[in-house]
T-cell receptor, first 111, second 117 residues
Framework: QKEVEQNSGPLSVPEGAIASLNCTYS??????FFWYRQYSGKSPELIMS????GDKEDGRFTAQLNKASQYVSLLIRDSQPSDSATYLC???????????FGTGTRLTIIP | GAVVSQHPSWVICKSGTSVKIECRSL??????MFWYRQFPKQSLMLMAT?????????EQGVEKDKFLINHASLTLSTLTVTSAHPEDSSFYIC?????????????FGDGTRLSIL
């Protein structure tokens, strides 16, 4: 069964520090990877997408992809209390538009 | 761009009622839309893939006769929960991607919180 796995947390990080979120996937055929942020009671919001090995930076966010090791990570620099949310990792595991989501990591930024 | 609108945002109704949820892509056309369900403190569970002009594809364990999906146009998909019961209470979310270029991310509607009394 194709899976995406995340540490459920909670992960607590002091304000201003770097938050590091990790995700592994089982299907080597996966081509597209996404990080979504979900606030409590709200729907997921796209943070980053990454398709190639290496790093992709967007503001305070950096996504990292290592296809050989089958992991994806998200770094949040200068963490803010507003970053406190559940972060969902998703992979396009079927080679089409369907996504498989991890269970999410709950991140808390401590002021 | 890539805005997905979902309506209603909140529904409370009696057991046995049928409830229709609408999902619209506002600034792009979507041949494919997805319907998810999320229970408290759990991740998203894909219920079905909605295909414009054809039948929806349901995930294993999802009753197609209970969760009716219609995707009559390139901008609108509807999910009807028929004869809803308390166990159907959940957060229902739709998503879509422009799909003009492969591997584009999905964008989510704001979700519909369904409470069956």
């Amino acid at each position: 069964q194709k899976e995406v796995e995340q540490n459920s947390g909670p992960l607590s990080v002091p304000e201003g520090a770097i938050a590091s979120l990790n995700c592994t996937y089982s299907d080597r055929g996966s081509q597209s990877f996404f990080w979504y942020r979900q606030y409590s009671g709200k729907s997921p919001e796209l943070i980053m997408s990454i398709y190639s090995n290496g790093d992709k930076e967007d503001g305070r966010f950096t996504a990292q992809l290592n296809k050989a090791s089958q992991y994806v990570s998200l770094l949040i620099r200068d963490s803010q209390p507003s970053d406190s949310a559940t972060y969902l990792c998703a992979a396009d595991t079927f080679g089409n538009e369907k996504l498989t989501f991890g269970t999410g990591t709950r991140l808390t930024i401590i002021p | 761009g890539a805005v997905v609108s979902q309506h209603p945002s909140w529904v409370i109704c009696k057991s046995g009622t049928s409830v229709k949820i609408e999902c619209r892509s506002l600034d792009f056309q979507a041949t494919t839309m997805f319907w998810y369900r999320q229970f408290p403190k759990q991740s998203l569970m894909l219920m079905a893939t909605s295909n414009e002009g054809s039948k929806a594809t349901y995930e294993q364990g999802v009753e197609k006769d209970k969760f009716l999906i219609n995707h009559a146009s390139l901008t609108l998909s509807t999910l009807t929960v028929t004869s809803a019961h308390p166990e159907d209470s959940s957060f229902y979310i739709c998503s879509a991607s422009p799909g003009t270029v492969p591997n584009q991310p999905q964008h989510f509607g704001d979700g519909t919180r369904l409470s069956i009394l």
